[in-house]
Nanobody, 124 residues
Framework: QVQLVESGGGLVQAGDSLRLSCAAS????????MGWFRQAPGKEREFVAA????????KYADSVKGRFAISRDNAKNTVYLQMNSLNPEDTAVYYC?????????????????WGQGTQVTVSS
């Protein structure tokens, strides 16, 4: 089992950048595929970005492609989401997720473990 704790959210202005972190417990972090999802008020949770267990493959939602970057440091048991050129439509609670997997995972139901979320608010 793995526990996930997100951090790095906050209130920023349009055009600013933020880096989210997700720290994972356990000694087998490098066996887990990781993903970031977000949920805006009144909307369903949606996929943002994903990365394979060794970091060799990444995928992004079209809405964030070219602005966001997912990465991981297996030595630190941490996955990151660098968010640039933020706009008000990026306002949401951001969640990281994990699953033991050798492949990249982009669907919410594919993940077994979830963090509690971190709020990102972008003002115009």
């Amino acid at each position: 089992q793995v526990q996930l704790v997100e951090s790095g959210g906050g209130l920023v202005q349009a055009g600013d950048s933020l880096r989210l972190s997700c720290a994972a417990s356990g000694r087998t972090f490098s066996s887990y595929a990781m993903g970031w999802f977000r949920q805006a008020p009144g909307k369903e949770r949606e996929f943002v970005a994903a990365i394979t267990r060794r970091g060799g493959t990444t995928k992004y939602a079209d809405s964030v492609k070219g602005r966001f970057a997912i990465s991981r440091d297996n030595a630190k048991n941490t996955v990151y989401l660098q968010m640039n050129s933020l706009n008000p439509e990026d306002t949401a609670v951001y969640y990281c997720a994990a699953r033991l997997s050798t492949t990249i995972l982009t669907r919410e139901y594919e993940y077994d473990y979830w963090g509690q979320g971190t709020q990102v608010t972008v003002s115009s």
